[in-house]
């Protein structure tokens, strides 16, 4: 017996969600092995080794900074402004500054869609119970106010952005705002550190 046209396209679409789950999660894990183990031999402690580090990839060394400043963000480990101090420094103040809004602004709009798509218990697995638990009472206070309020934290060079992505991906912000804050917000902090230390 032939499945019904709806019920159909209805299985169709739980097969793709399946695939792009089991993809996403494994690409995750591929990243994240990488990334801890460059982490771990010292690469990405200080600006000095990072420097080092994305230099010696040579004519990919753009790419690789692009890169850095996307995982950095999805994994909330290393200090926000040392790849784009690293980026100015290296590539001057445009390149530089390139690098680092195109990864900082995919990076942070990746970190809002996984915990948009995987829940509460995806973010609960990046955050001990105590900050989750913090950040949710932090953002139910600014409830009617909050796209303002990530605006501003946005563009802040001293506030947990990176955080914030994974967290407003549990409220109710359409991701066309979301984006659209990012991509407005992000640009003011990597400007200064490029115009800054950029050469």
């Known amino acids: 017996m032939s499945m019904e046209p709806g019920n159909k396209l209805l299985q169709e679409q739980k097969n793709i969600k399946r695939i792009l789950t089991i993809t996403t999660a ?10 801890v183990h460059e982490f771990l031999a010292g690469h990405f402690k200080s600006v000095e080794s990072l420097r080092a580090y994305v ?32 980026g100015a420094g290296l590539f001057g103040t445009v390149r530089g500054f390139i690098c680092s809004y195109i990864g900082i ?9 996984l915990s948009r ?7 609960k697995q990046l955050f001990s119970e105590k900050r989750y638990a913090s950040c949710m009472r932090f953002i139910n206070r600014w409830s009617k106010s909050y796209a303002v309020f990530l605006w501003i934290a946005i563009c ?42 950029g050469r």
Do not use: N, R
């Open 26 to 35: 494994l690409l995750s894990g591929i990243i994240t092995v990488f990334f």
């Open 55 to 86: 230099a010696s990839y040579g004519i990919f060394g753009p790419a690789v900074l692009t890169i850095f400043q996307c995982v950095k963000v999805m994994y909330t480990i290393i200090p926000g402004a040392i790849g784009c101090i690293v």
């Open 105 to 113: 602004s995919a990076g942070s709009i990746i970190a809002y869609f």
């Open 117 to 123: 798509h995987f829940g509460i218990s995806f973010v």
């Open 156 to 197: 802040s060079p001293i506030a947990p952005d990176d955080f914030l992505c994974y967290f407003t991906g549990l409220t109710e912000m359409k991701p066309k705002k979301f984006v659209l804050i990012i991509l407005t917000a992000k640009i003011w902090t990597i400007l200064g550190y490029s115009l800054i230390f």
